[in-house]
């Protein structure tokens, strides 16, 4: 079982930045990949930004040049920092990951830390 803990969400005006924080339950190394998604009133889930084992990261279109996906491996945590941000990031953002424990790979969540951006 893996744990994942969001946090940094928040009230942030138009064109501001945020970070968001996701600590994970065991070490990242044993990961396979982590990341950011998104999912607003009404809409679906949405891929925002993902960083896999070694290192390659992966942007939405929607975000890239705002938005980039980075890691701790003391810490144990991914970050999300955002930038340019427009009130089309408002959503509830979910960490995840992809890991094998005990020989089993399997998608985890965490909780979701909201953001809103004001016009």
């Known amino acids: 079982q893996v744990h994942l803990v969001e946090s940094g969400g928040g009230l942030v005006q138009a064109g501001g930045s945020l970070r968001l924080s996701c600590t994970a339950s065991?070490?990242?190394?044993?990961?396979?990949?982590m990341g950011w998604y998104r999912q607003a009133p009404g809409k679906q889930r949405e891929l925002v930004a993902t960083?896999?084992?070694?290192?390659?990261?992966n942007n939405a279109d929607s975000v890239k040049g705002r938005f980039t996906i980075s890691r701790d491996y003391a810490k144990n945590t991914v970050y999300l920092q955002m930038g340019s941000l427009k009130p089309e990031d408002t959503a509830i953002y979910y960490c995840?990951?992809?890991?094998?424990?005990?020989?089993?790979?399997?998608?985890?969540w965490g909780q979701g830390t909201q953001v809103t951006v004001s016009s």
């Open positions: 995840n990951a992809v890991a094998q424990v005990r020989g089993v790979t399997s998608t985890y």
């Open positions: 065991i070490g990242i190394f044993r990961i396979n990949a």
């Open positions: 960083i896999t084992s070694g290192g390659s990261t």
